[in-house]
């Protein structure tokens, strides 16, 4: 009750991290304190979490940040989390250990496990299942305030001495420039990663960096809110409890349909809804060069939450093209008359975001 938190959310449901790496301005918030989780929705993209990790370390207000794996699987942590928290000197909180011991499945009584989590084992929909991870990284930040403020040992004359921290070093930089801190970081563990160095987000939504605007009027495009519904949410009195998300998207239903963006760096991705119905098929070209055709299918091949009770499907992150020339360009997109799923025919194409990445540190202020 005493402590005084702004807290901010910008996990997106059913939707992978790159949309937060491209579209969630964080730097704008000044944040003390960065949690990331990075379990699940995100398999194999360890660029991904390198991306990120650099985008928060060169951040102006140098925040604290956390990696918490709040994924319980066999092998916790996935060893991606341990190869990055070594790798920057991040710290990570792994709660797979502490759920085992207490609820786990396989050595305590159903009652006990239904506590944590009445689904799965994994999401924590029981009745103490969110209460025991609030628990968990409290007990974490009433740790690390302890070691900050009296970590210290005596030296050779019998002094008491504190301990040097990474962050007590980043909360003490004066130089607190992008281009600065950004020398003060080890080698990218992945050469080839093609986020770049700043990241750019249109969508119709508060936290990108601008309103994705058509560059001419649309041809049979239109908004739309798009509303994602999850079931199994966190009223552990009903199983069947639904959660909604709103994104609002751009929509179009027939062929021939095309739309026209600008976006500035040397790749572009789009972010899309995907079903396992009558979803359609974008094809993309940049700056009218239509030699070189890009697709974006709405068709969905995986699975989600309870799938039969749930078909609206997920956002999908989808790359275009990689290694244009790092400057402004014009991405068309039009509806093809091939459909996603030739069982359940249909054109329906809904984009809630153009995501561009370019080595312009002041890729934002371009257009």
Known sequence: NHLNVTFHNHGHGATEITYSIFCVDIDKYNPDLVLIDFSVNDYGHPKLMEALLRKLLIM??????????????????????????????????????????????????????????????????????????SDLLYAWWKRLDVMVNSDSSMDTNGLLVAHPHTF??????????????????????????????????????????????????????????????????????????????????????????????????????????????????????????????????????GYTWAMEKNNTGRSEIMPLFEGLADKEHILTLVVSDEPANVWVKGHLTQIFAILSASNNLNCKLEI
């Not at 070594?86 to 009584?109: Q, R, S, T, W």
């Not at 004066?174 to 093609?194: D, E, I, K, R």
């Not at 026209?260 to 790749?267: A, H, I, K, M, T």
Request: net charge positive; proline share 8%; charged share 20%.
């Open 60 to 133: 102006k207000s140098a925040p604290l940040i956390l990696l918490t794996n709040l994924w319980v699987t066999a092998d916790c942590p996935v060893p991606r989390y341990l190869l990055h928290s070594f790798y920057y000197e991040i710290p990570l909180m792994n709660i797979c250990p502490a759920v085992d011991l207490c609820y786990g499945k396989k050595h305590l009584p159903q009652y006990i496990s239904d506590l944590y989590s009445k689904t799965d084992g994994v999401h924590p929909w029981g009745p103490q299942g969110v209460k025991f991870v």
């Open 168 to 301: 007590s070093f980043q909360n003490t930089v004066t130089n607190t420039t992008s281009a600065y801190l950004l020398s003060q970081l080890p080698p990218p563990l992945y050469n080839t990663n093609p986020i770049g160095l700043c990241t750019r987000c249109e969508a119709l939504a508060d936290d990108a960096d601008a309103k994705l605007t058509p560059v001419n009027k649309p041809k049979g495009f239109r908004i739309v809110t798009r509303v994602k519904i999850g079931y199994g949410g966190f009223n552990p009195a009903d199983k069947t409890s639904a959660t909604k998300s709103f994104k609002r998207c751009w929509q179009a239903d027939k062929p021939g349909a095309e739309i026209s963006f600008r976006f500035y760096g040397s790749s572009v991705k789009i972010a899309i809804w995907q079903r396992r119905d009558s979803m359609g098929v974008i094809h993309a070209y940049v700056d009218n060069d239509q030699s070189h055709i890009a697709k974006a299918s709405g068709f969905f091949k």
